[in-house]
């Protein structure tokens, strides 16, 4: 064998140990892969393509010591034939540390994925910045936010937190689209349980302050929750098989040949008695192909469903009430969630589709206190301000200012239909006959005969799908197992939807 190349390989094969074996199996014992494992199973088997292997920073020069491509792995893939892009932290290295060069190579990878129209996904796991390099390392940071922001809107970005994420480099994933963590091993926090013991007393585990179910149940900072990271690759995989490659594209539609035909179990899932609830679930699982359904945040405002699926090979976001929480209601976090859904579902061009069951947005003082009119408002103009095909079905009740921020025609509802259960009215018949008829009701010798006898006439003249149809507020009232064989004619027609709105830089959205 030639030797002419002896230094090269031996170079090469030196920086592809990272910090070596034993750092390495530190990782697998702590249930995480390393680097490049995690490339590994991202990407179809020998199609990435490395960027900067030989990188070298200001520590490592002035240390005397090698901080192996430092400390992250940057390049280009296939994935189930499509190229995105990736950065992968190497803990091996200085923990994953963020210095000058590691910030420089992720940067340069988000700066190429932005010029070629690619996604990106990045593994994070990083004791954050490095701090031999103090400034050099912030100003990385803030190279990197920088790039998140004008690659946002643009390619779609997928982080995977793997490891801790401390300090400000939480916001790197907290600027990106959609963020996957893994149970048990990812953390994210801005101060960390030392500081809080130090500035407070209080104690508490790094689990409990920025674990994954804090993030995905209360904190909603992250849409999925991953069992391992295998199970977190195949959850990016399965994500982006919704997503274009960048916001020019329409999103990856399939064929589809089914023959069409009416799922008449659709007529019975909801309950006849309008106070009864059911799971929105399976109104949606019998809607979309095959039903399959990749619900996005499931934990968090969990009042409101997001996620995508298919109509006819067609990729749609869905939004849909869910009357099983909270009957519905919208209160701040199903306001934010279906929101952020919605400018997500509205850059990467994809269909959305929003399956109306709401009594209001949620009372209280909490709710009051907490900005539901600011949060409530995002709503609204989420969809005021979405350019995709919008269509709206209502399945019962629609009332008050929910019902127009779940997207009524009034919000450019492109398309809405309804059930014969549906009521579409400023209030529900209880709340509205004691109301207008307060007096009377205080007067009467039978006040509850009164009261329900009030309730049924409100029913019948104002909360049913009748008088939005004469009105034309709606479309069309359908049966419910209908619906499917509907939207995707619907759908098929507002494929080429055009829907011009003034210059501008870009709106004020309430935040
Ligand atoms: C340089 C670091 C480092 C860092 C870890 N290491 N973090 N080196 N800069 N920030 C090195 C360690 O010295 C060690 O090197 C190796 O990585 C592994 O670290 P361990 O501590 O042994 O690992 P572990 O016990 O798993 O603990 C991981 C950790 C802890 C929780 C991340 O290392 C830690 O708390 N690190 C500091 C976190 C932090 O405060 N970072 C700054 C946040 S502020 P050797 O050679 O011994 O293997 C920030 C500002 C961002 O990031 C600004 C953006 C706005």
């Given at each position: ?96 540390s ?6 420089d ?36 940071y ?17 982080s ?11 916001y ?29 007393g ?16 209360v ?48 007529d ?108 409530g ?60 008829y ?7 010798e ?46 098929a ?14 709106g004020?959205?309430?935040?």
């Amino acid at each position: 064998m030639s030797r002419r190349f002896a230094d090269l390989d031996q170079r090469r094969s030196e920086l592809l140990q990272g910090g070596g074996a034993a750092r390495a199996a530190r990782q697998h014992e702590q249930g995480k892969l390393t680097a490049r494992e995690r490339l590994a199973l991202l990407f179809d088997p020998d199609s990435f393509v490395e960027f900067g292997l030989f990188a070298r920073g200001p520590a490592s020069e002035r240390e005397g010591r090698p901080y192996p491509a430092e400390g992250i792995v940057t390049g280009k893939g296939w994935m189930r034939g499509r190229q995105l892009f990736a950065y992968s932290q190497d803990f091996t290295v200085a923990g994953g540390s963020v210095g000058r060069l590691h910030a420089d190579k992720v940067v340069e990878c988000l700066r190429t994925a932005l010029k070629c129209g690619l996604p990106v996904v990045g593994f994070n796991d990083s004791g954050g910045a490095r701090i031999q390099e103090g400034v050099e390392a912030l100003s990385g940071y803030g190279q990197i936010f920088y790039m998140n922001t004008l690659l946002s809107g643009v390619v779609p970005q997928i982080s995977v937190v793997a490891g801790p994420c401390a300090g400000g480099a939480a916001y790197s994933p907290a600027l990106t689209d959609f963020i996957v963590m893994v149970d048990r091993t990812s953390h994210m926090f801005i101060a960390g349980p030392e500081v809080i013991r130090a500035a407070t007393g209080e104690e508490i585990t790094d689990e409990a302050l920025g674990g994954a179910a804090v993030h995905a149940g209360v904190a909603g900072n992250a849409h999925f929750v991953a069992a391992d990271e295998a199970h977190a690759v195949e959850i990016v995989k399965d994500l982006l098989s919704y997503l274009p490659s960048n916001n020019l594209e329409s999103p990856p539609d399939l064929p589809f040949e089914e023959r069409m035909v009416d799922d008449e179990s659709l007529d019975e899932v909801v309950p006849e008695d309008p106070r009864q609830a059911y799971d929105v679930n399976d109104v949606i699982r019998r809607l979309v192909d095959g039903g399959r359904f990749l619900e996005v945040q499931p934990a968090f405002g969990p009042s409101v469903l997001t996620g995508f699926g298919r109509l006819a090979g067609m990729v749609v976001g869905v939004v849909a009430n869910q009357p099983m929480v909270l009957a519905g209601a919208l209160d701040i976090d199903a306001s934010d969630k279906a929101a952020r859904f919605v400018r997500t579902c509205n850059v990467f061009n994809i269909p959305l589709v929003s399956l109306v069951d709401v009594p209001g947005f949620l009372p209280g003082v909490a709710q009051e206190h907490g900005g539901i009119i600011r949060h409530g408002a995002k709503l609204l103009f989420a969809w005021s301000a979405a350019t995709v095909p919008k269509m709206t079905v209502i399945l019962r009740k629609a009332y008050g200012g929910a019902y127009l921020a779940m997207c009524s025609q009034d919000l450019g509802a492109d398309s809405v239909l309804a059930w014969p259960t549906a009521e579409i009215a400023v209030m529900g018949p209880e709340g509205a006959a004691g109301i207008l008829y307060r007096k009377e009701l205080d007067q009467a010798e039978d006040r509850g005969a009164l009261l329900r006898e009030k309730v049924a006439e409100y029913r019948r003249l104002h909360a049913n799908p009748y008088r939005a149809a004469a009105l034309l507020a709606i479309d069309d009232v359908i049966r419910p197992s209908w619906t499917r064989r509907l939207l995707i004619e619907r759908l098929a027609t507002l494929r080429a939807k055009r829907d011009l709105r003034p210059q501008k830089k870009h709106g004020n959205i309430p935040m």
